[in-house]
């Protein structure tokens, strides 16, 4: 499994970098998991974006979902000697209006996932947990059927002790670090010193941060992410074009 952060910032682009959106790899399969801002910019740069297997969302606020209609624009408009196959996009049936706009004749067809179904999608078996945030959202946990490497995405979440079980374990945990330390039990977002806390918890084999603030230094967020994992996990933060093998 390959995972290339596309971008990482959380809420709003700035200085040039993209709100979050994440391109998985396996056995030729390229999932795009969310869609924020400068994602379609970024992506050319690692895959033609023709040729995308499958997208995922984790929910439906523009920071993971901007650039999705230009994604949709651009297999729709790109010149083509064969017509391209239909885009599925995975995405939570709560917010109706949101799935719809999935769909577009010809492009891409709205596909369902529920929490309390697995889903097959190429390489990957996707389990799903609903997370605390102001609309529906939904953490994910990747496993690559080849190799049981474990990836979990907790989309965007205030501090949920249901995640030291579905991160169980996972070699790659990428955790909404929006906020510092001092600023706990959020209704939106994880603090650092959570994220650090729930990754030791968990005993994950690595935390990266991301959904990343745009002001304050990211060297002080890492240091308490580290400080509340004891420093028995390693922590990264994530950036545009990191690329991580799993």
Known sequence: MKITVLGCLGAYPYDGKGTSSYLLESEDFHLLLDAGSTTLINLERHVDPLELDA???SHYHYDHIADLGVLQYYRQLYPVLTPLPILPIYG???DAAHF????????SK???YFEAEELKVGPFIISFMKTIHPVPCYAMRFVEEKTGKVFVYTGDSGYLEDFIEFAAG????LVDTYLFEGNERHHAHF????SGELARAANV???ILTHLPQHGSLEE?????????DYQVPVELAYQDLVIEL
Not at 170 to 173: L, S
């Open 170 to 173: 996972a070699d790659i945990f």
């Open 205 to 207: 084999k690595k935390l």
């Open 55 to 57: 997208v995922i969302l």
């Open 92 to 94: 939570h049936t709560d």
């Open 221 to 229: 967020l890492k240091n308490q992410a580290e400080k509340a994992a």
């Open 191 to 194: 603090t650092s010193k959570e």
């Open 110 to 112: 709205g596909m369902p």
């Open 100 to 107: 719809a706009e999935l769909d577009m004749d010809g492009v």
